[in-house]
Nanobody, 122 residues
Framework: HVQLVESGGGSVQPGGSLRLSCTVS???????LGWFRQAPGRQREGLAC???????NYTDSVKGRFTISRDIPRRTLYLQMNNLKPEDTGVYYC??????????????????RGQGTQVTVS
């Protein structure tokens, strides 16, 4: 049984920060973990991904502002978001794939995803 559970969303002013967390069951079976978001009226956007060997990839819109990381013993994936902008508003999802998929834009296509957490910047 695969379960991904996000937390840490909320409301923040422009320029503020949030850290999202995602607990991942059956962690060892996934080669790649990532984050994507869905904003109202917009397509899903892949943000960042990390391989089980530690390499990362980011989409251009979040480079230098967002950082993906993981705590393997805790089986938790993180997304640190700094200098948030109103256009970052949306529902944020973590996702997992059993194979290497090291292109951030592909994260919305991963096999497994969580239920999402709302981020509002205003």
């Amino acid at each position: 049984h695969v379960q991904l559970v996000e937390s840490g969303g909320g409301s923040v002013q422009p320029g503020g920060s949030l850290r999202l967390s995602c607990t991942v069951s059956n962690w060892p079976r996934f080669a790649t973990l990532g984050w994507f978001r869905q904003a109202p009226g917009r397509q899903r956007e892949g943000l960042a991904c990390v391989a089980n060997i530690g390499t990362t990839n980011y989409t251009d819109s979040v480079k230098g502002r967002f950082t993906i990381s993981r705590d393997i013993p805790r089986r938790t994936l993180y997304l640190q978001m700094n200098n948030l902008k109103p256009e970052d508003t949306g529902v944020y999802y973590c996702a997992a794939h059993p194979r290497y998929r090291m292109v951030a834009s592909e994260v919305p296509l991963f096999d497994y995803r969580g239920q999402g957490t709302q981020v509002t910047v205003s």
